[in-house]
């Protein structure tokens, strides 16, 4: 009974994750391409506004864990994370390039359209199984290789040019867009393939729990993040401050790009 219960949870849980990261795309999309008065929100103060929420909403489940006591909580939390200094800087190398990658995919989808993306990125399958088989010595039997195969040439497909009646409109402008979208997101593969796999191997390596664990991953990504938004749009935080362009919409990107993330390690 329990083994059908825990089986149930996981198509439950796979349908959620399914459902919540197309809901995360299509909203992405929309909120990077609507048009409104004012100054569009910066994708960099969104990426740490997501790792902000992430490391509260890991700390909560940290504190559902311990029984809902604030002392057994900030005894765990200093134990693993400040009393473990080396183990905690080992989560900064996947914290930089799930920085670097959330950057990336808020450019693919500034610059491509919703399906192109979802397609596009799907690659990340690929780059996960080739560093498993590298840094994990996992195996892929000949379904699995084929599989992948198979994933390669619809990626190819979806990027073979189209003729269409207002071909010769498009403008070579219009095609760098696309070819930036387009590396952003081969980029975004790359790196969530080998931080998805390195962050497995660590995981694997300790007991800790993977909630305190994603706190640590989410301290360097508010480091990294917040870094990375002072470089490359201090001057516009400075004259109009970290949450300009925020609406509704924003807000729903944010809430759904933390729920992926924890839906992810459930």
């Not at 825990?6 to 459902?19: D, E, F, H, N, Q």
Request: glycine letters at 6%.
């Amino acid at each position: 009974m329990s083994s059908s219960l825990s089986t149930r949870l996981k198509y439950v849980s796979l349908g959620v994750l399914v459902v919540q990261t197309t809901s995360l795309v299509l909203t992405m999309r929309y909120s990077r391409t609507l048009k409104e008065d004012g100054p569009r929100y910066l994708a960099s103060s969104a990426v740490v506004s997501a790792e902000l929420l992430k490391i509260l909403a890991c700390t909560l489940l940290v504190f559902r864990e311990h029984s809902k006591y604030v002392r057994a909580l900030n005894q765990v939390l200093k134990e693993e994370i400040v009393n473990k200094p080396m183990e905690t800087m080992k989560l900064a190398v996947p914290a930089g390039i799930y920085t670097l990658q959330n950057n990336l995919l808020y450019v693919a989808l500034s610059n491509l359209d919703a399906a192109t993306y979802q397609v596009t990125y799907q690659l990340k399958i690929l780059t996960t199984a080739l560093f498993s088989v590298t840094m994990l010595g996992k195996r892929l039997g000949c379904n699995q290789w084929l599989s992948l195969l198979i994933l390669m040439a619809g990626v190819a497909l979806v990027q073979w040019p189209a003729e269409s009646a207002d071909a010769s409109q498009q403008t070579s402008l219009s095609a760098g867009f696309q070819f930036v979208g387009l590396m952003a997101v081969l980029t975004a593969c790359f790196s969530s393939g080998f931080a998805g796999v390195y962050f497995e191997k660590i995981l694997k390596e300790t007991k800790q729990s993977v909630w305190v664990r994603n706190i640590q991953l989410g301290l360097f990504g508010f480091v990294f993040g917040l870094i990375g938004m002072l470089m490359y749009d201090g001057q516009r935080v400075r004259e109009s401050g970290m949450f300009q362009g925020y609406n509704k919409i924003t807000f729903t990107v944010v809430v759904l790009q933390v729920r992926v993330g924890v839906v992810c390690f459930c």
